[in-house]
């Protein structure tokens, strides 16, 4: 076999029928899990033969590649962004003369709108740039699920951005103001970085909501001040209040 060339190694081809089940399984899951998934299911079942299972993690991430590109709508990622916008509603997608890209599902919106009538002085909202995803920025509205014991934070809305400018995060909160029609009416603080892009939309868009630092970027930018003022040592050890 010609991938016996290279190596000294012998070669064991996978069955066909075991390569079928592994291009499916690999439709759905990571390669690694179902690398890991064949190759402990060989100890229950002994009469299992090298060509019965995956040969290496390179070939199952070679299938997933596969069949990754298989499903693809296009090689064009913006028109298949818009074709998922037309099956999936809730997106609001402007491309020039930057790419934003707004969505959330209706039901988490349903519900966020419904935890925000509820009356509870734990109700916390937050906002930031907090992920980067190649060329573009990932910006997150959370909530807090106050119905439940835990009061899980839960993600709402998504920004998908190529610059931090005020009028992106400006057409994302007017965006929320449409979908969650109550966050016209909470007093509860929303949480936020020290970005003046994203300080001055809250100030303008949401300025019935009350705007606080995240201790982490406060103390961040304190530390950074200290250091760029030349500050002693033992000055830049804060610690959380």
Aim: net charge neutral; aromatic share 10%; glycine share 2%.
């Amino acid at each position: 076999h010609r991938n016996a060339v290279h190596s000294n190694a012998s070669y064991t081809r996978t069955c066909p029928s075991v390569m079928e089940k592994l291009k499916s399984l690999c439709k759905s899951d990571y390669a690694n899990i179902v690398y890991k998934k064949e190759i402990a299911s060989l100890y229950s079942d002994p009469v299992k033969m090298q060509s019965q299972i995956p040969r290496n993690m390179k070939q199952l991430r070679n299938l997933r590649y596969q069949q990754l590109q298989q499903s693809r709508i296009s090689k064009d990622d913006l028109f298949n962004l818009h074709e998922i916008a037309y099956d999936v509603s809730g997106y609001e997608i402007f491309t020039f003369p930057d790419l934003v890209c707004i969505f959330g599902l209706k039901e988490i919106l349903d519900e966020f709108d419904k935890v925000l009538q509820l009356e509870h002085s734990s109700q916390l909202l937050s906002y930031d740039t907090t992920f980067q995803l190649g060329d573009f920025y990932v910006s997150t509205l959370l909530f807090r699920h106050i119905v439940f014991k835990e009061q899980p934070c839960i993600p709402a809305m998504f920004l998908i951005h190529e610059r931090k400018l005020t009028e992106t995060h400006q057409f994302m909160f007017q965006e929320c103001l449409v979908r969650i029609p109550y966050l016209k009416k909470v007093t509860c603080p929303i949480v936020t970085d020290n970005e003046k892009a994203i300080v001055n939309v809250i100030h303008d868009v949401l300025f019935n909501i009350p705007h606080v630092l995240c201790w982490n970027h406060l103390i961040h930018d304190v530390r950074y001040w200290l250091q760029k003022h030349a500050a002693p040592s033992a000055d830049k050890t804060l610690q959380h209040i």
